[in-house]
């Protein structure tokens, strides 16, 4: 899960195991969440979403939950590939506030998969 | 759809020198650009929000006369890193949204300052 401080937290998982990514958003006006990926060199990835009317939206492959109560949002990944190995972030937004759609990243997990 | 693109890719450049950034919205009108630094195994940190034909509103801690943006266009926004020192090296992304909500993230600038 994601922790303050500079080395991101790792997760290492085999090939074809779930893997769950969890994130701790700070600001409860945040209204809009969004989970990406970044490879290295490149710039992130969007992967899912999701608004606080809501505590689970599935995608392909992936799941987002949201507990707006302790602040939690996850990403869980089925069937995990090495081409999934990358750094991952949550983001949070007040999509209804005026801050323009102002996103703040959480710290990013490491997720690398083994063959 | 939703490309955004950002030129150059990377960049090497002597101390004091300056260096600029451009990102494009290749297929859609950005309303909204961001800009953004990220340093090795660190997470995005905005630096700045850029609204087209209006002034770049800065992040605390972020030098305005440091780092100038530019939003000329609703599809061009660019970083001026003036007077570039080492300690400017580092990861440099933008994104543009199309509506404040959805934020579509360029590949990235590395900028390394000898």
């Known amino acids: 899960g994601e922790s303050v401080g500079l080395h991101l937290p790792t997760l290492s998982v085999q090939e074809g195991d779930n893997s769950i990514i969890n994130c701790a958003y700070s600001n409860s006006a945040s209204d809009y969440f969004i989970w990406y990926k970044q490879e290295s060199g490149k710039g992130p990835q969007f992967i899912i979403d999701?608004?606080?009317?809501?505590d689970k939206r599935q995608g392909q492959r992936v799941t987002v939950l949201l507990n707006k109560t302790v602040k939690h949002l996850s990403l869980q990944i089925a069937a995990t590939q090495p081409g999934d190995s990358a750094v991952y972030f949550c983001?949070?937004?007040?999509?209804?506030?005026?801050?323009?759609?102002?996103?703040?990243f959480g710290q990013g997990t490491i997720l690398t998969v083994h063959p | 759809g939703a490309v955004v693109s950002q030129h150059p890719s990377w960049v090497i450049c002597k101390s004091g020198t300056s260096v600029k950034i451009e990102c494009r919205s290749l297929d859609f009108q950005a309303t909204t650009m961001f800009w953004y630094r990220q340093f090795p195994k660190q997470s995005l940190m905005l630096m700045a929000t850029?609204?087209?034909?209006?002034?770049?509103?800065?992040e605390q801690g972020v030098e305005k006369d440091k780092f100038l943006i530019n939003h000329a266009s609703l599809t061009l926004s660019t970083l001026t890193v003036t007077s570039a020192h080492p300690e400017d090296s580092s990861f440099y992304i933008c994104?543009?949204?199309?509506?404040?909500?959805?934020?579509?993230f360029g590949p990235g600038t590395r900028l390394l300052v000898l």
């Open positions: 983001a949070e937004s007040n999509a209804g506030g005026t801050s323009y759609g102002k996103l703040t």
């Open positions: 994104s543009a949204s199309p509506n404040q909500e959805t934020q579509y």
């Open positions: 999701i608004r606080s009317n809501m």
């Open positions: 850029s609204n087209e034909g209006s002034k770049a509103t800065y």
